[in-house]
């Protein structure tokens, strides 16, 4: 139940040429509390629950639970969410043994694509594609939790 995981920002849409699948999510936080998040998920026609705990001091590792619902019961919980219901398309890309999982964000954070790979430690190395950027591990306001409360469109460029 330990998520290992690295973000980045996406440089172009190369990925989608190799992406496996696209599907919709669509997402929202019954609570955003430094300590953890509750976060109610749509991804195409399932629903999930997830619990995260605090990340660690470098934004690499925390604790993740989630659990499978019904697509009714994450509809019916998305209107009691916090401000800030975020909506994405997330394409699967396979690089080397690993896959990226790609989200294309819409709304209010148009413009915001940001790749993400799950990892087995901390030290795992991987292949880095030419269309990966910027690491973003870390930083706070690309938590999906904080792109609510503070979205791209209105950061300061």
Known sequence: MLEIERKFLVLSSAYREKATSKERI?????????????????????????????????????????????????????????????????????????????????????GLVVAEIELSSETESFKKPDWLGKEVTGEVKYYNSQLGKNPYKSWKK
């Open 26 to 110: 669509v997402q929202g936080f019954l609570n955003t509390h430094p300590e953890r998040t509750v976060r109610v998920r749509i991804k195409g026609d399932k629903g999930f629950l997830t619990v995260k705990g605090k990340s660690n001091t470098a934004g690499t590792s925390r604790f993740e639970w989630e659990k499978e619902i019904a697509v009714q019961e994450a509809e019916a919980l998305l209107p009691f969410c916090e401000k800030g219901i975020i909506a994405k398309f997330r394409y699967e890309v396979a690089v080397g043994s690993h896959v990226f999982e790609v989200d294309e964000f819409e709304g209010d954070n148009e």
